[in-house]
């Protein structure tokens, strides 16, 4: 049971602004697109599993496509040639969306710094919160997972019209209208 | 039985007022309120992460319709099978030969159909 937030209460009815109902909504309902790669990969599926359960967290129903997805988890080394991949998953999904970088490969390339290897996906798309680790073990990701969690809950609702959030796009070349 | 007036029905059509009243009250609420944000790859087709070719439109095989189909009339001639089951001792020998005469135009077009071959799906030209 989640905590309520801080509001007026009185006899059958309860009143608090609408950022905290609304965050407090969305932080406990991240569903996860899981862009699952690599050994990170199994380590969240690890994370899925009864023992480290996602779920208890909300994120009980991982999609795999972006439309219907909150959080983008890339887990794993990421090739040069799945950057472009990884970006329209990214574009198709719908606002409000965040991306949590799994692992050292997701994060900086991790111990491959080679020619085909794209060092972070932060270079392609803007990331919220990054895991470190190589793999990062199921309690890691669980702490990822929680600070996304704090992320969404502090957010403002008319993020996605601020100039912060259209500059960060822009800097990535994502053009939208 | 007790006597309906066309007047006690008045509260369906208020019923489907209110469905259809609230439909659109939450749609164009909700397109006139909410945030659009637009762009040229967001609003493509998902096709896992690449670019989508061409559209979905495939051939599909006529047989699939042809089931449907037959499915949608057999399921009417049960359907009528129903009242006559209700009333079968009040319809008497000449609603029994009716229902017959039924039946038997239902199962020449049933045995035209099995002789055209369209429930054989081994074959591979339908």
Redesign the interface.
């Known amino acids: 049971m989640v905590e309520a937030p801080d509001g007026h209460e009185g006899p059958g009815f309860f009143a608090t602004s609408l950022d905290a109902v609304i965050g407090l909504a969305r932080s406990n309902s991240l569903w996860p697109l899981p862009f699952a790669t690599s050994c990170c990969g199994i380590e969240f599926m690890a994370t899925m599993g009864a023992h480290y359960d996602i779920s208890r967290f909300g994120s009980e129903r991982p999609s795999f ?3 219907q997805a909150d959080l983008l988890m890339v887990m794993g080394t990421i090739a040069k040639k799945m950057a ?6 990214y ?2 999904m719908a ?1 409000p969306r965040w991306v949590m970088a799994v692992g050292a490969c997701a994060s900086s390339g991790g111990i491959f710094d080679t020619y085909s290897v794209l060092q972070g996906i932060d270079r392609v798309i803007p990331v919220d919160v990054y895991v470190p680790g190589c793999p990062p073990r199921p309690e890691q990701i669980l702490d990822g997972l929680i600070e996304v969690r704090r992320i969404a809950r502090t957010e403002s609702l ?1 993020r ?2 601020s100039e912060e959030y259209k500059a960060l796009l822009q800097s990535y070349q ?4 | 039985m007790k006597q309906h007036l066309p007047a006690d029905y008045l509260p369906i059509l208020v019923q489907i007022a209110a469905a259809i009243g609230f439909i659109i009250f939450a749609m164009t609420v909700t397109h006139l309120l909410g ?1 659009k ?6 609003n ?1 087709p ?1 096709e ?4 989508s070719q061409g559209d979905a439109r495939t051939p599909i095989s006529v047989r699939y319709f042809l089931i449907a189909i037959l499915f949608v009339l057999f399921d009417v001639e049960i359907i009528f099978m129903y009242p006559w089951a209700v009333n079968f001792m009040k319809l008497g020998w000449f609603g029994f030969y009716e229902m017959i005469v039924f039946v038997a135009l239902l199962m020449a077009g049933f045995y035209y159909i099995i002789k055209k071959g369209v429930l054989d799906w081994e074959r591979l030209d339908s």
């Not at chain 1, 472009?84 to 998953?89: A, G, M, N, S």
């Not at chain 1, 994502?174 to 209208?177: C, G, Q, R, W």
């Open positions: 496509s972006p439309r472009p991949v990884v970006k329209q998953v574009l198709q606002e008319r996605r019209d994502i053009d939208v209208y | 945030p944000i637009k762009g040229a790859q967001k493509d998902f896992c992460g690449i670019e």
